[in-house]
């Protein structure tokens, strides 16, 4: 019996379903457009200050947080909506405004696919 739950993929903002970066390292070589782009996400995590507001949006109650929760993370808010704009360009994070405030979530599907890559076969 499994503890693991199934998260529900998200439909990007832009309407563009999310596709998996690239198969796992162990599979196959990545072809150069996989190496871009497992690339682009891992940079944009390379960064303390990402990574640190990617963990609060991914581990925010709803699986969603207003910028409003998120920003103390010891940089100005300018500096906070800069690196939260690259998770996004990045395709780690979508936004939805709402009023005043914008609102980010996770993308699962992207999330599993970071994670299978790192993933070692089988009885390794």
Known sequence: MSNTKALPLLEPANGRAV???????????????EAETASRMFRALGDPVRLQLFSAVASYEGGEACVCDISDVGVSRPTVSHH??????????TSERRGTWVYYRVEPSVLAAMGSLLTAPDGA
């Open 19 to 33: 596709v998996p970066c690239c198969p796992p390292l162990t599979e196959r070589p990545m072809n150069a457009e």
């Open 84 to 93: 939260l704009k690259k998770l996004k360009e990045a395709g780690l994070l």
